[in-house]
């Protein structure tokens, strides 16, 4: 698992801390952090395996939504799956985020990080 990249997304420093916490320490992913899209597209040379972005990035300076993080992981790097993880489970939203080509949205509950990593175990073995 050590040799997998995970990118993950998020304006709010807690949700990083944890997110990273979880799948460096239990899971032995590597594992690189960003608080706004911008950093996270800027590195996208760095090859993740799997990118993790939140819907909204409002608590930065970032002009980018998490849906335009999808769309320009999915122009710059096609193969590389994209999960959505945010408070936000309206329909649009979660439609919006399917159409531009996410993997699969997890709605942030109290069971979100139990479904983060059972989708993240059933995607990366698939990844190349």
Do not use: Q, W
Request: net charge negative.
């Amino acid at each position: 698992m050590e040799d997998k990249l995970i990118f993950f997304v998020d304006d709010e420093p807690m949700f990083i801390n944890l997110l990273e916490y979880t799948f460096k320490c239990r899971d032995g992913y590597t594992t690189k952090a960003f608080n706004n899209g911008e950093e996270c597209v800027k590195h996208l040379d760095l090859n993740p395996d799997l990118v993790v972005v939140d819907f909204f990035l409002e608590n930065t300076h970032s002009e980018m939504s998490g849906l335009d993080v999808v769309r320009e992981v999915r122009r710059i790097k096609p193969t590389v799956p994209v999960i959505i993880l945010s408070g936000n489970n309206e329909e649009n939203a979660i439609t919006a985020a399917k159409e531009a080509g996410v993997i699969e949205y997890i709605v942030k509950d109290g069971y979100f990080i139990d479904n983060l990593i059972e989708c993240i175990a059933r995607i990366l073995p698939a990844v190349k």
